[in-house]
Each structure stands twice: as C-alpha cells, then as structure tokens.
C-alpha cells in the first residue's frame, strides 16, 4: 500500500514537473492571453464589438485571481479559462474575411496554442488537489513546519499571540498591523475547523502563546457542514487552548456581501454562506464564550451595513477584507487582546473582627 502511495506521489510530482506553472508563470501567461483576444479582434469583422465583453470579463477573472487569499484557487482558473473558450467560440461563429490576414491567422493559432497551455496547467492543478485529498497530511502541518522549527521561545517582555484561521487569516500580513508585537499568523486558505483542530498542537500550543485568536467557521458554512459539528470542533478547540493554559478569543464570523457579482459571478457569496448562517454560529460563539468566561470577539457588528450585509467598502470579493477592512478587524483585535492580557485588579484585603478601623 506504501509503494501504491509513493508510486501516486511520484507520478504527480512528475506531472506537476512538467505541466504546473507557479502563480507569476500562469498570471504572466494568462496576461499574454488576454493580449492575444484583444489584438485577434482586427482580424474578424465585428469581433471587436461583440468580444468586448467577453474579454472584460476574462480580465476580471484575471484580476481576481490576482487579488485572491488562494491564488490556486481551481474555480477561479476555470473561470478564466471558461471566458477564453466563450471568445474562441465567438471568434468562430462570426464570417471570416477572405483571404483571412496571415498575423491574424498567426495570433489565432498562438491563442489556442496558449490555451491548451493553461488547460495542462489547470489540470495538473486539479491533479494536485485531487493528491492532497488523499495525502495523509489531511490538516497541511507541512505548511508551517519549517517556520515551527525556526520561532523560538516567546520573549520576556513581549506577550505572544497566535492566530489561528483560514484564508482571511491567512491573506494578514500582521507585521504590517501590529508592529514589534509577538504576532504568529497560522492561517491556512480553504480550512475547515476539524483541520485547525487537528493541527492545534502543532502550529499553536507548541509555540508556547498567552493568547490565541481564533477565527474559524465560514469554510465549514461553504462546504454544508452541520452548525453541530462545527460547534463540537470549536468546543474541542478551546479545550486545547484551556489545558495549555493558553487564553482564547473566539472571533465572530465576518459578514459577507455580493455588491461586486456583476463583475464576476463567483463574487456571489451569500449564496454559499448565507447571513442566517452566518448569524446562527455567532449566535453560539457569543453564548459559549460567555458561558466559559471566554472573550468573544466581534468583528460582525462593526463590518455591517444598513443592509445587513458586509460594507462594500470593505471586501472587493464580498468575502475576504481589503487593507480597509483589516483596520477595522485590527483595532478590535488589538483591545481583545489587550482587555484579555490586563492583569487582575489586586484582591481586596479583610480585617478580621474586632480590628479598628
């Protein structure tokens, strides 16, 4: 069974060898492409006008791919993929001049040549995935293995923190927010709670931290996973934190809004990760912190709007904040800790019976 597993790995690192481009390859190629759709529209009359769209909508997708906390993300790369095939099929349809113009000819055949290209691509990345589900590292501790062997010890005079989380996380660049602070961000894209559960130990109470802040529920909203069972893993959660003697802050989830799904349909949020949802689980954060002497950490009441979804100004993609919404997120954090680390009010002395006063 070992040498079936190591003969699969095998094949996918050879695969991803010789198909699998790294973001700045496949953000250079798939700008190339989009050069290529702009430049064939002088060879087909009428291709210009009704191609317009279809090209913004490719550079949108690109632009989101950009932009986004997993730039691996398969259904973003089919998307994009999805808007170059719609262009080619449009292309096709419409009458061709005669004789047809020898660069036009060229530039068409380097299109379709460059999506064959990004296809190998997103299918040695669908590949990949499909590894991964597989990998006995179902909660990626490779992911922060080495950074674990490289931190030390947490320093005298400085209060550690770690953040525990998915891609919100993830996509914090919290030296950026927190200065000289003792800040660990252990944010994974695309993670669920029984993975944070499940590498707890590792990435969080081996680092010896006072506090952890953890952010955690909106993937399991996503995928359909019962309130319950989310309940059950944040509970267990905080159970680690408790035997380690580590402080936790148990973050609401963020709202989410779907301002932007005109630019591009995968910016519909709310349909995956409905507010009533949303709301149910703060709802039994809020109560377990307050029946466990926790802090609760609310980010949603700040980030909400007139609408009862998350302010536009906040996230491009409805989901995951902009620099913007990371001062928000950064100024309630930072009084959470600091309102979790402020030393208990000294007790108060009794006098025994009968001394004066």
Known sequence: MRFVYLLAAVTVAAAEDSALLSNQQAFEHYTRIIHLMQ???????????????????????????????????????????????????????????FPFPAEGRRQFTELREALERADSHFRALLDRKEFLLRDPDRDNLARYAEANARLGPPQANHARVVFLGDSITDGWRLNEYFPEKDYVNRGISGQITSQMLGRFPADVAAHKPAV??????????????????????????????????????????????????????????TRRRPMESIRALNTW??????????????????MLDEKGLLKHDLALDGLHPNPTGYRVMALQVQAAIDKVLRPAPPAKSRRPKGEGK
């Open 212 to 269: 952890v802040v953890v952010l955690a529920g909106t993937n399991d909203i996503a995928r359909g996973i019962k309130l319950e069972t989310i309940q059950t893993n944040l509970t267990m959660i905080a159970d680690l934190a408790d035997k380690h003697r580590i402080k936790p802050i148990f973050a609401s989830i963020l709202p989410v809004h779907d301002y932007n799904k005109d630019q591009n349909p995968a910016w519909e949020v």
């Open 39 to 97: 430049s064939t529209t002088a060879a087909v009359p009428g291709l210009a006008r009704a191609g317009a769209p279809v090209i913004e909508n490719t550079r949108q997708s690109l632009n989101t791919l950009r932009s986004a906390a997993s730039p691996q993300d398969g259904h973003l790369h089919y998307d994009f993929l999805t808007n170059v095939r719609a262009y080619l099929a449009l292309s096709e349809a419409l009458p061709k001049p």
């Open 285 to 302: 954060l809020e109560t377990f912190c307050r029946q466990r002497n926790y802090l609760y950490l609310d980010y949603f009441t700040p």
